[in-house]
């Protein structure tokens, strides 16, 4: 039987009065913050205005450092696997990195890239010379290194059972990358690191022939196509992110230039698709 519990509160004007004071503590937040970045936003509108048509210079190395650093594929622990299968065994265990085709990727890669250099009305052009020196129209953005790895992502499940959870192993590949930008004398080192890995899609028990429990887990799994995928995906976020980076620069610049005060804590991302400018913590370079 349940039963239907009506609870009944007083009221009062000084329980109004104080009701509103977190919200106006809010709204005046957002004000000052509003106010703050306001300047911030204005220069980075006219840097996206002023830099229509830059040219862009992008390098990449001439090959990829890949290795695999999973436990289950390391000889030391194969120890109970004959020497001369030891090998073929983690070769054959190797999810993606001894299938990479690095020409192939790195295609992909610049490709991605310029086409998303088109989106932000720049271009990839090759500008540079004896008597040309990178500016704010001509920029280099050099992706010196880049290093994969192939790993163990350790995931927290459901397996059925409400509140029933299970940590489980699933394959994930990290891309890291090292970048020199450069749009006036000085240049930036800064790094990028994204992954991606099997998604746990549904687990259970089981019961074998002996009753003893038994975890059964099922995956998305991905392939070497997928990974071809992910590379367009760096592709655009290594062009938005440099945007993104030259703009910050840019606004930092013209405030101290102006007097006026800047903060490393506002960050902006521009979204050329929605002509729109908005504020971030992590989604960006990191800067070395």
Known sequence: MSVKITKQYSKSIYGD??????????VLTFALLFVSCAPHKKLAYEFVKNTK????????????????????????????IEEEYVQDTIEARTKIV?????EMFLDILISSFESTLEDYDLALEYWENENSMPDSLHWV???????????????????VVEG?????????????????????EDAKFVYAEQSFYEQICDC??????LNNIVLNAEYYEFDINDFYDFAVFLGKLYAGYSFDYFMNEYVKKE??????????????????????IYYTRRDKFIEL
Not at 74 to 79: F, G, S, T, V, Y
Not at 98 to 102: A, H
Not at 149 to 159: F, N, R, S
Not at 204 to 209: F, G, K
């Open 17 to 26: 009065v104080i009701s509103r004071v977190p919200m106006l503590f809010m």
């Open 53 to 80: 048509g830059a040219s862009v210079a992008f390098y990449l190395p001439n090959d990829l450092e890949k290795n695999n650093i999973r436990k289950d594929c390391q000889p030391e622990n194969l120890d109970y």
């Open 98 to 102: 001894n299938k990479i085709d690095d």
């Open 141 to 159: 953005v050099d992706l010196s290194h880049i290093e994969i790895l192939e790993y163990i992502e350790y995931q927290v499940a459901q397996c």
């Open 164 to 184: 029933d959870y299970e940590i489980l192993p699933s394959v994930g590949v990290n891309v890291a990358s090292w970048i020199d930008l450069i749009n006036g």
């Open 204 to 209: 259970y028990y089981t019961l074998d022939s």
């Open 255 to 276: 405030m101290k230039k102006k007097g006026q005060e800047y903060s490393d804590d506002i960050y902006m991302r521009y979204d050329p698709y929605e002509s729109y």
